[in-house]
């Protein structure tokens, strides 16, 4: 599974969008970008994922680039409750194995 | 729908004690199991996976084990515990064909 590489903080004011930026510059063909969010002593809560187009559900938008290297997640109008740590990984869970990075805290200020 | 349980949510074990942690699924058949470490304020990182019964894969050699003696079950065992083995444990499956990882609730585990 690819590396991913995330900045290790970002703020967003309440009610604003909140962009979170991935890149997995080494991924392969067949593996999925996927999303996670962690609030403190909680199982990760999968969010998204994509393979090239942009994916859209009732809690964010994926938009991956079109070389498949970087990605960014969008929280459109962010919460208080929004307050995470967010994960981006790459990986094809068919293969099996997969690894997370140290992902990004994610303060939401009012 | 699909279902993890894991237990206990904490656990205080002594150095050099046994531990076993299990996990089960329910509303899926032959899913991809997984088990991470969480160390406090840091990413997970995965101990084992398993992609089918007693087919064990293991990413970083240490002082654990894991089983898959049923189809949804997975144990995740040691014959004695360091201080090193403690964190934040956390389970996961995984239906295949790019599907989603899901997680349990996770064991904090404190290893004195």
């Known amino acids: 599974d690819a590396k991913t590489t995330q900045p290790p903080s970002m703020d967003c004011a309440e009610g604003r969008a909140a962009n979170l930026p991935c890149n997995h510059s080494?991924?392969?063909?067949?593996?999925?970008v996927y999303w996670y969010r962690q609030i403190h002593s909680q199982g990760p809560q999968y969010i998204i994922h994509?393979?090239?187009n942009n994916e859209t559900n009732e809690m964010a938008s994926l938009i991956i680039t079109e070389d498949r290297k970087s990605s960014t997640l969008i929280l459109p109008h962010a919460t208080l409750r929004d307050t995470a740590v967010y994960y981006c990984?790459?990986?094809?869970?068919?293969?099996?194995?997969?690894?997370f990075g140290d992902g990004t805290t994610l303060t939401v200020k009012p | 729908s699909q279902t993890i349980h894991q237990w206990p949510a904490t656990l205080v074990q002594p150095v050099g004690s046994p531990l076993s942690l299990e996990c089960t699924v329910e509303g899926t058949s032959n899913p991809n199991l997984y088990w991470y470490r969480q160390a406090a304020g840091r990413g997970l990182q995965l101990l084992f996976y398993s992609v089918g019964i007693g087919q064990i894969s293991s990413e970083v050699p240490q002082n654990l084990s894991a089983s898959r003696p049923q189809d949804r079950q997975f144990i995740l065992s040691s014959k004695k515990l360091l201080l090193s083995d403690s964190g934040f444990y956390l389970c996961a499956h995984a239906a295949g064909d790019n599907s989603p990882l899901h997680f349990g609730n996770g064991t904090r585990l404190t290893v004195t």
């Open positions: 080494t991924i392969s063909g067949n593996e999925y």
């Open positions: 990984i790459a990986l094809n869970t068919n293969a099996g194995k997969s690894t």
């Open positions: 994509g393979l090239k």
